[in-house]
């Protein structure tokens, strides 16, 4: 099991950027493939970015694709999202959430595949 706490949301002018974290518990962390959803307001929560449990493999949404970067620290038990070029259409609560994956190169972009998640980051971009 894993316990998820994001940190790095905030306020931000379109075109700026932000790193959000993910900080897990627990000494298996590696074990587990990490990804980012987000909600936005009045909207259903939606597939940020999902990486593997080595970090090899990534996976995004085509609606950030080329402007957010997922990355992992499996030494610090912690998950990043680089976001560049904020759009205030990136507006959101954005979530990391984890599934156990250990050796799998397999990348869902369902939530429902995933069995843990954090309490959430608000990310609200200005225009």
């Known amino acids: 099991q894993v316990q998820l706490v994001e940190s790095g949301g905030g306020l931000v002018q379109a075109g700026g950027s932000l790193r959000l974290s993910c900080a897990g518990s627990?000494?298996?962390?590696?074990?587990?493939?990490m990804a980012w959803f987000r909600q936005g307001p009045a909207a259903e929560r939606e597939f940020v970015a999902a990486?593997?449990?080595?970090?090899?493999?990534?996976s995004y949404a085509d609606s950030v694709k080329g402007r957010f970067a997922i990355s992992r620290d499996n030494a610090n038990n912690t998950a990043y999202l680089q976001m560049n070029n904020l759009k205030p259409g990136d507006t959101a609560v954005y979530y990391c959430a984890a599934r156990l994956a250990y050796l799998s190169s397999y990348l869902p972009r369902a939530g429902a595949e995933y069995a843990y998640w954090g309490q959430g980051t608000q990310v609200t971009v200005s225009s």
């Open positions: 990486i593997t449990w080595s970090g090899g493999i990534t």
């Open positions: 627990g000494r298996t962390f590696s074990g587990y493939a």
